[in-house]
């Protein structure tokens, strides 16, 4: 993989989907779990997401459960509470796992490009990766790191 463009996803309807499709688009990807203690920074990620969707900003939402399984059994049940709850309409895309022999080759690549602090690995649920238009991933946030850090960041890439 050259650029996060080369990845193939399954989008929430469970259709395969090439990242190509956002190409020149500056991303916010970023693995949700809908029961997990930072759950509300789905609200401000949406709320980044309305702000920035006409500059050129996508978020793209990956739920995973390997944090102690945090997100609901079925598609539909993550896209009801996410919908409902905090009236996400950023993409959303199927379950994936983001460490391990099953891991996304897309995570694989952002984890590659962007380590984190004392390894590579993905440490819990809402680590966010920030990709410019040319499908560079050029920074990593933690979990906690709050969604006002990588507005503060986005000026440099809108």
């Known amino acids: 993989m050259q650029t996060v ?42 709320a980044l997401y309305d702000k920035y969707e006409k500059q050129g900003v996508t978020v793209l939402g990956f739920p995973c459960d390997q944090f102690n399984q945090q997100e609901f059994g079925s598609q539909e049940e993550t896209m009801q509470f996410c919908q409902l709850n905090y009236g ?43 990709v410019d238009r040319k499908g560079q991933v050029v920074k990593r946030f933690s979990p906690i790191d709050s969604v006002q850090s990588i507005e503060k960041t986005l000026p440099v890439y809108v």
């Open 88 to 130: 996400v309409t950023f993409p959303m895309f199927q379950k994936i796992d983001v460490n391990g022999p099953d891991e996304h080759p897309l995570y694989t690549f952002l984890k590659k490009e962007q380590s984190g602090l004392l390894s590579s690995k993905i440490k819990w649920n809402y680590t966010k990766f920030l």
């Open 5 to 46: 463009y080369d990845a193939i996803v399954q989008n929430a309807a469970g259709e395969t989907v090439s990242l190509s499709d956002y190409a020149g688009r500056v991303l916010v990807i970023v693995n949700t779990a809908s029961k997990c203690g930072l759950v509300k920074q789905l609200g401000e990620i949406q």
